[in-house]
């Protein structure tokens, strides 16, 4: 069981037994001592933060984990270049080549670095927005410079709002609706990367997967962000799936047909079951499936291994995300042209009522 399991369920034990009881107090102690380190951070990057000199839009969480962030800063810049603007993507490129190093991914023109030196979703991003730069490295304030240099006019910080060294114009932070406060605890005793009273920075929330809880769960939310931030707006999203391509195509897309499919999963990423359950929105029947650690440095071998268990649970098609599929194109072309088909399930950002105009408003006012 994985650290941040094992905290789930102790954020969930109603009755702990002596062995968590104790391991919940470790952990608490462990949280004060986080709460001192992060908030000294905080201020001391925040004294010294740099000025781009363009608009900066962070898109970023409060909790570890997931909340849909890469989804969410692609809608964002396919609607910033259709506005007219030139928006480039600063993210860290985490485990990839360029983390450390830094440099560019893509420019205006073309991507110039393999999938393993930009890292997975750095490199998915710079397949999918082709003309808008994408700029990897931990250092965003040297990324910046380099995305100004390229002729962008507008950023968007990716995971920015533990990212203080950078100052941004707008905040936008994503709430998993499923699990919004990391059970009221900050790591490692719960899964808030800052104490709630960050909260009040935020320019705008974004309620993610809000179709899979109820309104009473989505008001109690609600309630919650108004205690902290009277402000903001709030509106809620969720990750639609919008296409389904063979991997041999992709990133050109082909929209789901409708037609069900039985199919095997293949998946390396941190929420499998949350792929399972868009797999199955898009009207696909789930045979089985083979999860990977997160960001899996995809062999042959396991492409093999998932297309001979997909062919003996009777599956017409192995189906995997987009974040895999930038890894498997690349590494395994062989395998992937042997067997089965395989498709990748690409999903899209949505939102509910006026949301996507909301947030182009708050975009604006800072432009």
Not at 44 to 64: F, Q
Not at 83 to 107: H, N
Not at 143 to 167: M, N, R
Not at 267 to 276: D, E, K, L, R, Y
Request: aromatic share 4%; net charge neutral; hydrophobic share 45%.
């Amino acid at each position: 069981m994985s650290l941040e399991s094992y905290v789930l369920r102790l954020m969930e034990e109603t009755r702990p037994g002596a062995v968590d009881r104790a391991a919940q107090s470790g952990l608490s102690l462990l949280e004060r001592a986080y709460r001192r380190a992060v908030t000294a951070r905080r201020a001391k990057d925040t004294a010294r933060a740099v000025h781009a000199g363009v608009p900066v839009i962070s898109v970023g969480n409060i909790t570890a984990g997931g909340t849909g962030k890469t989804p969410c800063i692609m809608k964002l810049a396919a609607a910033l270049s259709a506005a007219g603007r030139v928006p480039a993507v600063l993210t860290r490129g985490y485990r990839g080549g360029l983390e450390k190093t830094g440099g560019i991914v893509s420019d205006r023109e073309k991507i110039r670095v393999t999938q393993e030196t930009a890292g997975d979703e750095p490199y998915m991003m710079a397949m999918k927005l082709p003309g808008v730069p994408v700029i990897a490295g931990r250092d965003r304030v040297v990324s910046a410079a380099a995305a100004k240099a390229l002729g962008a006019d507008v950023l968007l910080l990716d995971d920015g709002f533990q990212y203080w060294k950078l100052a941004r114009d707008l905040d936008i932070v994503l709430i998993d609706s499923t699990h919004p406060f990391g059970g009221g605890h900050v790591l490692p005793r719960g899964l808030l990367r800052e104490p709630m009273e960050a909260m009040s920075r935020a320019g705008l929330f974004i309620l993610t997967k809000a179709g899979q809880v109820t309104e009473a769960d989505r008001a109690s939310i609600r309630r919650e962000l108004r205690a902290w931030n009277p402000g903001a707006p709030i509106v809620e999203a969720d990750h639609a799936p919008k296409t389904l391509t063979q991997l041999a195509d992709w990133p050109e897309t082909a929209l789901l047909s409708g037609e069900e499919k039985r199919v095997f999963l293949l998946s390396g990423i941190g929420n499998p079951g949350g792929f399972q359950k868009t797999a199955e929105e898009a009207g696909l029947s789930v045979v089985g499936s083979r999860t990977l650690p997160d960001h899996h440095d995809y062999t042959e071998g396991d492409l093999r291994d998932a297309l001979k268990e997909a062919a003996a649970a009777g599956a017409e098609a192995v189906v995997v995300t987009e974040k895999d599929a930038v890894k498997l194109k690349a590494k395994c072309p062989e395998a992937a042209a042997a067997g089965l088909p395989v498709y990748v399930l690409g999903i899209e950002m949505t939102f509910s009522g006026d949301g996507e105009a909301v947030c182009m408003k708050k975009a604006e006012e800072i432009l």
